[in-house]
Protein backbone atom coordinates (compact mmCIF):
# COMPACT_ATOMS: atom_id res chain seq x y z
CA UNK A 1 0.00 0.00 0.00
CA UNK A 2 1.13 3.82 -1.00
CA UNK A 3 2.17 5.82 1.82
CA UNK A 4 -0.55 8.49 2.80
CA UNK A 5 0.59 11.94 1.73
CA UNK A 6 1.99 14.85 3.59
CA UNK A 7 -0.43 17.41 4.72
CA UNK A 8 -0.23 20.57 2.90
CA UNK A 9 2.62 22.74 3.88
CA UNK A 10 1.32 25.62 6.08
CA UNK A 11 4.77 27.43 6.24
CA UNK A 12 7.09 29.62 3.69
CA UNK A 13 10.19 28.21 2.88
CA UNK A 14 12.70 30.75 1.89
CA UNK A 15 16.60 29.72 0.52
CA UNK A 16 18.78 32.70 1.09
CA UNK A 17 23.05 32.88 0.57
CA UNK A 18 25.45 32.12 3.76
CA UNK A 19 25.76 36.21 3.83
CA UNK A 20 22.55 37.16 4.41
CA UNK A 21 21.58 38.87 7.86
CA UNK A 22 18.07 37.24 9.14
CA UNK A 23 15.81 39.14 11.13
CA UNK A 24 13.61 36.88 13.43
CA UNK A 25 10.16 39.23 13.77
CA UNK A 26 8.34 39.65 10.41
CA UNK A 27 7.61 42.54 10.44
CA UNK A 28 11.21 43.42 9.08
CA UNK A 29 11.01 42.13 5.60
CA UNK A 30 14.23 39.26 4.45
CA UNK A 31 16.87 40.06 2.49
CA UNK A 32 15.85 39.00 -1.79
CA UNK A 33 16.95 35.76 -2.23
CA UNK A 34 19.34 34.85 -4.98
CA UNK A 35 17.76 31.79 -4.90
CA UNK A 36 13.96 31.84 -6.72
CA UNK A 37 14.14 28.57 -8.08
CA UNK A 38 16.51 26.05 -8.27
CA UNK A 39 19.81 26.84 -5.20
CA UNK A 40 22.54 26.85 -7.41
CA UNK A 41 25.94 26.49 -5.60
CA UNK A 42 29.22 26.54 -6.64
CA UNK A 43 32.65 24.84 -5.07
CA UNK A 44 36.06 24.08 -5.62
CA UNK A 45 37.10 20.55 -4.47
CA UNK A 46 37.95 20.43 -0.77
CA UNK A 47 35.79 23.41 0.01
CA UNK A 48 33.08 24.22 1.88
CA UNK A 49 30.01 26.47 1.27
CA UNK A 50 26.59 27.26 2.70
CA UNK A 51 23.28 28.74 1.89
CA UNK A 52 20.43 29.46 4.93
CA UNK A 53 16.91 27.88 4.94
CA UNK A 54 14.29 30.36 5.83
CA UNK A 55 10.81 29.13 7.40
CA UNK A 56 7.80 31.41 8.01
CA UNK A 57 4.81 29.31 10.21
CA UNK A 58 1.40 30.11 9.43
CA UNK A 59 0.07 28.58 12.76
CA UNK A 60 0.14 30.34 16.14
CA UNK A 61 1.87 27.53 18.39
CA UNK A 62 5.81 27.17 18.72
CA UNK A 63 6.48 24.45 15.93
CA UNK A 64 10.17 22.43 15.17
CA UNK A 65 11.41 22.35 11.37
CA UNK A 66 13.46 20.27 10.33
CA UNK A 67 15.58 20.08 7.13
CA UNK A 68 17.56 17.00 5.37
CA UNK A 69 19.62 17.16 2.24
CA UNK A 70 19.24 14.03 -0.46
CA UNK A 71 22.39 12.58 -2.45
CA UNK A 72 23.75 14.38 -5.36
CA UNK A 73 23.64 13.05 -8.52
CA UNK A 74 23.78 13.81 -12.50
CA UNK A 75 22.40 10.50 -14.17
CA UNK A 76 24.39 7.66 -12.43
CA UNK A 77 27.26 10.06 -11.38
CA UNK A 78 27.01 11.25 -7.73
CA UNK A 79 29.28 13.21 -5.31
CA UNK A 80 28.54 12.59 -1.76
CA UNK A 81 29.94 15.85 0.15
CA UNK A 82 29.51 16.01 3.92
CA UNK A 83 25.96 17.64 5.13
CA UNK A 84 26.10 19.07 8.22
CA UNK A 85 22.81 21.44 9.61
CA UNK A 86 22.67 23.73 12.41
CA UNK A 87 19.77 25.67 14.30
CA UNK A 88 20.25 29.04 13.66
CA UNK A 89 19.68 31.12 17.50
CA UNK A 90 18.49 34.81 17.53
CA UNK A 91 20.47 36.95 19.42
CA UNK A 92 18.60 40.76 20.37
CA UNK A 93 20.66 43.56 19.38
CA UNK A 94 19.55 46.47 21.62
CA UNK A 95 21.59 49.44 20.46
CA UNK A 96 24.10 50.36 18.14
CA UNK A 97 27.87 50.93 18.99
CA UNK A 98 28.61 53.61 21.23
CA UNK A 99 31.63 56.00 21.74
CA UNK A 100 32.06 59.50 22.15
CA UNK A 101 32.92 60.66 18.82
CA UNK A 102 29.36 61.09 17.71
CA UNK A 103 26.90 57.67 17.25
CA UNK A 104 29.47 55.09 17.21
CA UNK A 105 33.84 53.95 17.92
CA UNK A 106 34.04 53.29 14.02
CA UNK A 107 31.59 55.41 12.08
CA UNK A 108 30.82 59.30 12.98
CA UNK A 109 27.55 60.48 12.73
CA UNK A 110 25.64 60.32 10.09
CA UNK A 111 27.75 57.84 8.62
CA UNK A 112 26.84 54.12 10.42
CA UNK A 113 25.90 51.06 8.16
CA UNK A 114 22.55 51.07 6.25
CA UNK A 115 19.83 49.59 7.99
CA UNK A 116 20.54 49.55 11.41
CA UNK A 117 20.59 45.88 12.50
CA UNK A 118 18.05 46.25 15.96
CA UNK A 119 16.01 43.29 17.62
CA UNK A 120 16.38 39.77 17.01
CA UNK A 121 18.80 38.01 14.61
CA UNK A 122 20.29 34.56 13.85
CA UNK A 123 23.73 34.37 15.13
CA UNK A 124 24.74 31.49 16.71
CA UNK A 125 24.65 28.06 15.40
CA UNK A 126 23.54 25.13 17.58
CA UNK A 127 24.23 21.79 15.14
CA UNK A 128 22.20 19.04 14.12
CA UNK A 129 18.98 20.28 15.73
CA UNK A 130 15.42 21.69 14.95
CA UNK A 131 14.78 25.50 14.56
CA UNK A 132 11.67 26.68 16.05
CA UNK A 133 9.06 29.51 14.29
CA UNK A 134 5.59 30.37 15.12
CA UNK A 135 3.47 33.50 13.05
CA UNK A 136 5.53 36.08 13.49
CA UNK A 137 8.44 34.92 14.82
CA UNK A 138 10.99 32.73 11.79
CA UNK A 139 12.81 30.42 12.03
CA UNK A 140 16.33 29.61 10.66
CA UNK A 141 18.63 26.53 9.32
CA UNK A 142 22.33 26.75 8.09
CA UNK A 143 23.03 23.99 5.69
CA UNK A 144 27.26 23.20 5.26
CA UNK A 145 28.37 21.30 2.16
CA UNK A 146 31.91 20.10 2.48
CA UNK A 147 33.15 18.99 -1.16
CA UNK A 148 35.29 16.18 -1.31
CA UNK A 149 38.75 16.29 -2.44
CA UNK A 150 38.02 13.46 -4.77
CA UNK A 151 34.47 14.78 -6.14
CA UNK A 152 34.55 14.55 -9.92
CA UNK A 153 33.83 17.98 -11.21
CA UNK A 154 30.09 18.36 -12.64
CA UNK A 155 26.64 19.58 -12.06
CA UNK A 156 24.31 17.64 -9.08
CA UNK A 157 21.14 18.09 -7.94
CA UNK A 158 20.01 17.25 -4.67
CA UNK A 159 16.40 17.31 -3.17
CA UNK A 160 16.37 19.63 -0.12
CA UNK A 161 13.35 18.82 2.12
CA UNK A 162 11.83 21.22 5.43
CA UNK A 163 9.43 19.74 7.11
CA UNK A 164 7.42 20.06 10.71
CA UNK A 165 4.58 17.67 11.68
CA UNK A 166 4.36 15.93 8.54
CA UNK A 167 3.99 18.76 6.37
CA UNK A 168 7.19 19.23 4.10
CA UNK A 169 8.87 21.61 1.81
CA UNK A 170 10.93 20.32 -0.79
CA UNK A 171 13.28 22.64 -3.15
CA UNK A 172 16.06 21.20 -5.80
CA UNK A 173 19.86 22.38 -4.78
CA UNK A 174 22.56 22.37 -7.80
CA UNK A 175 25.84 22.02 -6.74
CA UNK A 176 28.64 22.90 -9.46
CA UNK A 177 31.86 21.09 -8.84
CA UNK A 178 34.75 22.91 -10.26
CA UNK A 179 37.26 21.68 -12.74
CA UNK A 180 40.55 22.55 -10.62
CA UNK A 181 43.00 21.56 -8.52
CA UNK A 182 41.54 20.61 -4.91
CA UNK A 183 41.80 23.53 -2.33
CA UNK A 184 45.16 22.52 -0.11
CA UNK A 185 44.17 22.13 4.14
CA UNK A 186 44.76 25.50 5.39
CA UNK A 187 45.43 27.29 2.19
CA UNK A 188 43.93 30.29 3.99
CA UNK A 189 43.52 29.14 7.05
CA UNK A 190 42.51 31.87 9.29
CA UNK A 191 43.26 32.26 13.27
CA UNK A 192 40.95 32.42 16.02
CA UNK A 193 41.84 33.30 19.77
CA UNK A 194 39.22 32.14 22.76
CA UNK A 195 39.22 32.30 26.17
CA UNK A 196 38.01 29.12 28.04
CA UNK A 197 36.64 30.87 30.96
CA UNK A 198 34.28 33.01 28.63
CA UNK A 199 33.32 29.59 27.25
CA UNK A 200 32.80 27.97 30.76
CA UNK A 201 30.39 31.23 31.39
CA UNK A 202 28.16 31.20 28.62
CA UNK A 203 27.78 27.07 28.40
CA UNK A 204 28.20 26.48 32.45
CA UNK A 205 31.45 24.59 31.94
CA UNK A 206 34.00 23.90 29.11
CA UNK A 207 32.17 20.35 27.67
CA UNK A 208 31.85 22.31 24.20
CA UNK A 209 35.36 23.32 23.85
CA UNK A 210 36.40 19.66 21.89
CA UNK A 211 32.96 19.67 19.24
CA UNK A 212 34.27 23.91 19.09
CA UNK A 213 38.04 23.07 18.11
CA UNK A 214 36.56 20.04 16.03
CA UNK A 215 34.27 22.94 14.27
CA UNK A 216 36.96 25.07 13.20
CA UNK A 217 39.82 22.41 12.31
CA UNK A 218 36.74 21.15 9.92
CA UNK A 219 36.24 24.71 8.33
CA UNK A 220 40.66 25.18 7.89
CA UNK A 221 40.45 27.93 11.22
CA UNK A 222 43.52 27.53 13.65
CA UNK A 223 42.45 28.28 17.22
CA UNK A 224 44.57 28.98 19.79
CA UNK A 225 43.95 29.75 23.53
CA UNK A 226 45.76 31.26 26.59
CA UNK A 227 48.59 29.09 27.93
CA UNK A 228 49.96 30.43 31.23
CA UNK A 229 50.34 27.05 33.49
CA UNK A 230 51.74 23.58 32.46
CA UNK A 231 48.15 22.08 32.71
CA UNK A 232 47.17 24.42 29.85
CA UNK A 233 49.82 23.12 28.36
CA UNK A 234 48.34 19.62 28.80
CA UNK A 235 44.83 20.44 28.44
CA UNK A 236 45.72 22.19 24.57
CA UNK A 237 48.01 18.98 23.60
CA UNK A 238 45.48 16.89 21.72
CA UNK A 239 45.04 20.35 19.74
CA UNK A 240 48.42 20.04 18.99
CA UNK A 241 49.45 16.94 18.54
CA UNK A 242 46.20 15.61 16.12
CA UNK A 243 44.38 13.25 18.51
CA UNK A 244 41.89 15.68 18.98
CA UNK A 245 40.77 14.97 14.85
CA UNK A 246 41.32 11.37 14.93
CA UNK A 247 38.15 9.71 13.14
CA UNK A 248 38.54 6.71 15.01
CA UNK A 249 37.42 9.13 18.02
CA UNK A 250 34.36 10.68 16.30
CA UNK A 251 36.00 13.97 14.10
CA UNK A 252 34.46 13.73 11.18
CA UNK A 253 36.18 16.22 8.67
CA UNK A 254 39.68 16.72 6.77
Do not use: C
Not at 34 to 52: C, D, N, S
Not at 100 to 126: I, W
Not at 131 to 148: F, H, M, Y
Amino acid sequence: ASADPAPPADFRLTLLDDGERIPRDETAPLPESVYPGVAELFALRGEVVAFQAVVESQTPNVRDFSVTLGPFANGDKTVSPRVETFAEQFVEIKRTTGGTRGSGVAFRAGAEPEPRLLGFYADALVPAVPTKAKQGERGALWVDIAVPEDAAPGVYDANLTVSSGGALVTRKVRLRVLDGAPIPYGKHAPTVYYDPSNLEARMGNRNAELQMRRLFHAHHVAAFRNTLVAADVDADAPYLTGEAYDPAKGYVGP
